[in-house]
């Protein structure tokens, strides 16, 4: 096939990995990987993390490049366009979006949070705080209603001005230009924390598995977590993959991203856990351990105030990229399946993702007694995202492409039209027709019961 001349979508393969290692890597690596570590024993879980993400995760990376490269559409067009005469495949476009709404509204919580941190930090007001005045902080931040919300429609708003831009100069651009500055703070972060004294018990807790810490739920939230951290199951991937040239190679391209993604989920467990080790902090504190535990650590250590600012502005810049890849997916299907410019639906999908995010954002503070099954609006709304709708929606996936599509074109596609030799293409299929639905299977089943 012939390179097109005028791409519709990212312009090089580099571009096509930083921009979609950038969807991928986020506030999932850095936030929500080490609390869920911390959580779930440790070295343990990250030996099964790992396992499900080179033995799931990249082929399920390849199988949404393949439907978004072959079909050239959005999440819902993709199997409008694949599915032949069976339209009931759409439903899984739609489940998409509405698991990329629901992502979008909690994720954007947090990472409104990073805005009111990188200010924080950067002006010196979380300097020499007593422990107890660090926690002080973060509470009265995230249970107040006006603060917490602006910094999350800031977000949203940033977020929005990048997908106006459209996918090369925004989605690509930003890609390029902040994955970089990602790895060289994070690389910073790492030196600091290492250089610690008393970083040794950090780094056990990390590497070294105790499996008698391990439980159904929590393997299958190490599953949960690789979905979330790898964007799979629900069709950002699947948006990415349609703007991938046609010469690019699929299997390359996904290896790439998917060791990206594990390689920052991992030096951010070396940045965080030395450091929570090194000052007698508590790993297992849950999803607050970056924001109450981190600047305690900050202000133990020199030059605290400059590596709390670095620390946060990675975060940000971590969220960005990701949230830019939420809202690609919603606004490629309003511009593609409903036919609105690209500046309304960005602006329409941003104003009722804030509606719903606002009462993920309030379920800290004026709402957090309004639970279901125990758990406040943000749990729930992380929990069911990345604990049911992306498996689940990765296992319908893998049913479309391995059952329902034809092998020949899978082939085809994955080979670039034959032009590659794919050598390692019946491997691939073995797992997309067989290993991962009963992975998946298996590990649903098990969690919900356990
Ligand atoms: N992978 C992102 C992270 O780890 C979160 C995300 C999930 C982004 C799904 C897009 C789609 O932060």
Redesign the pocket.
């Known amino acids: 096939m012939s390179t097109n001349p005028t791409p519709r979508g990212f312009t090089s393969n580099i571009g096509a990995i930083l921009a979609a290692a950038g969807?991928?890597?986020?506030?999932?690596?850095?936030?929500?990987?080490p609390y869920m570590l911390g959580q779930n024993g440790g070295g343990a879980f990250l030996l099964i993390y790992i396992l499900f993400v080179l033995l799931i995760g990249i082929p399920l990376m390849m199988t949404e490049f393949i439907i978004g490269r072959r079909s050239q559409r959005n999440v819902v067009g993709a199997y409008k366009a694949l599915s032949g005469g069976r339209k009931g495949w759409v439903v899984l476009g739609i489940f998409g979006i509405v698991?990329?709404f629901l992502?979008?509204a909690f994720?954007s919580v947090v990472a409104g949070w990073t805005l009111n941190y990188i200010v924080l930090s950067g002006s010196g007001r979380l300097a020499g705080l007593e422990p107890d005045a660090v926690a002080n902080v973060f509470a009265n931040f995230t249970q107040g209603s006006f603060l917490p919300l602006l910094c999350q429609l800031l977000f949203l708003a940033l977020t929005g001005i990048v997908i106006t831009m459209g996918v090369q100069k925004g989605i690509e651009k930003v890609g390029k230009i902040l994955m970089p500055i990602l790895f060289l703070l994070l690389i910073l972060m790492c030196v600091r924390s290492l250089t610690l004294s008393g970083s040794q018990e950090g780094m056990k807790f990390l590497f070294k598995p105790d499996f008698s810490k391990l439980t159904g739920q929590s393997v299958l939230s190490a599953l949960g977590q690789s979905?979330?951290?790898?964007?799979?199951?629900?069709?950002?991937m699947v948006t990415y993959g349609s703007y991938i040239r046609k010469e690019d190679r699929l299997f390359k391209t996904s290896i790439w991203i998917a060791l990206c993604?594990l390689l920052v989920a991992v030096l951010a467990g070396v940045v965080i856990f030395p450091a929570v080790f090194a000052f007698g902090m508590d790993p297992a504190s849950g999803p607050e351990l970056v924001y109450v535990v981190l600047p305690n650590v900050f202000n133990n250590m020199p030059a605290g105030t400059l590596f709390s600012l670095i620390f946060f502005l990675l975060l940000g810049i971590?969220?960005l990229t990701?949230?830019i890849?939420?809202l690609e997916?919603i606004v490629a299907f309003a511009v593609e399946e409903l036919h609105w410019k690209r500046t309304t639906a960005s602006l329409v999908s941003t104003l009722l993702v804030f509606v719903v995010g606002a009462f993920c954002t309030l379920s800290f503070g004026p709402l957090q007694n309004a639970k279901l099954f125990d758990r406040t609006i943000f749990d729930l709304f992380d929990l069911i995202?990345?604990s049911y709708l992306?498996p689940i929606g990765a296992l319908l996936m893998t049913i479309f492409l391995g059952w329902c599509y034809p092998k020949a074109e899978v082939k085809d596609e994955l080979s670039n039209n034959g032009t590659l030799k794919a050598r390692a293409f019946e491997l691939y299929y073995i797992i997309l027709r067989y290993i991962a639905p009963l992975a998946l299977v298996i590990i649903l089943i098990s969690g919900i019961i356990g």
Do not use: K, P, Q
């Open positions: 969807g991928a890597v986020g506030l999932g690596n850095i936030w929500r990987f698991a990329a992502i979008y994720y979905f979330f951290s790898l964007s799979i199951g629900m069709g950002a993604d971590a969220a990701s949230t890849s939420l997916i995202t990345a992306m």
